[in-house]
């Protein structure tokens, strides 16, 4: 049985979202990508996504790297906020010391 255009056109699209982040380097650069719709927003919620996956990676340092790299900004998403991108780095640091080493060596 032949398959129609339109599960073709699913399966290519799916197999294209799937490769564009199958490790966590992609993800991590995806992380960092701004909005189509607005090219000065960061999703906070994919940031923050990829920190937690860098943390159960035990991958520390690319975790401590995002969270300064998006506070640095002074561009946080419009729906974020300073005061909750600190809570969320204060919590990390407190649960895990790698991450509170690597933060105290980015600076911030």
Avoid at 17 to 42: F, G, V
Avoid at 94 to 102: A, D, F, G, I
Wanted: hydrophobic share 40%; proline share 4%; glycine share 2%.
């Amino acid at each position: 049985m032949t398959r129609r255009y339109s599960e073709r056109l699913i399966d290519d699209h799916a197999l294209l979202w799937l490769s564009e982040r199958d490790s966590q380097n992609k993800l991590t650069t995806l992380a960092r990508a701004p909005s189509p719709q607005a090219p000065e927003n960061i999703s906070a919620r994919r940031l923050r996504a990829v920190v937690a996956l860098c943390i159960v990676n035990k991958d520390f340092a690319d975790a401590a790297s995002l969270v300064e790299w998006y506070i640095r900004r002074n561009k946080l998403n419009f729906l974020d906020s300073l005061e909750r991108t600190l809570a969320f780095d204060t919590a990390l640091s407190e649960l895990y010391p790698q991450y509170k080493t690597e933060r105290g060596r980015t600076g911030i």
